[in-house]
């Protein structure tokens, strides 16, 4: 069964720091470009960063300096680590898989919430 497991969130004061994770099963992982994307109420989803096969990140100019995205091919698993968060930066987060050719994968996405 294919499929994107995530973890991690919840509430963190602003300024602070969290981790998500997200696991993926059924497929080849090292073939997929891996991405976080969220959505605030009342918003678009929209891309938070993504990291490709050969580890190039790239990532939305709000979070520039402040969320780092990275893979560990040998867990089949994708992180977020975001720091200094902003209370815009609340919303739900949704892990991504995309590879050419093929369905593009979501995960469960998980509530973020930056308030104090």
């Known amino acids: 069964q294919v499929q994107l497991v995530q973890s991690g969130g919840g509430l963190v004061q602003p300024g602070g720091s969290l981790r998500l994770s997200c696991a993926a099963s059924?497929?080849?992982?090292?073939?997929?470009?891996m991405g976080w994307y969220r959505q605030a109420p009342g918003k678009e989803r929209e891309l938070v960063a993504t990291?490709?096969?050969?580890?190039?990140?790239n990532y939305a100019d709000s979070v520039k300096g402040r969320f780092t995205i990275s893979r560990d091919n040998a867990k089949n698993t994708v992180y977020l680590q975001m720091n200094k968060m902003k209370p815009e930066d609340t919303a739900v987060y949704y892990c991504?898989?995309?590879?050419?050719?093929?369905?593009?994968?979501w995960g469960q996405g998980t509530q973020v919430t930056v308030s104090s």
């Open positions: 991504n898989a995309e590879r050419a050719g093929w369905n593009t994968l």
């Open positions: 990291i490709t096969r050969s580890i190039i990140p």
């Open positions: 059924g497929l080849t992982f090292s073939l997929y470009v």
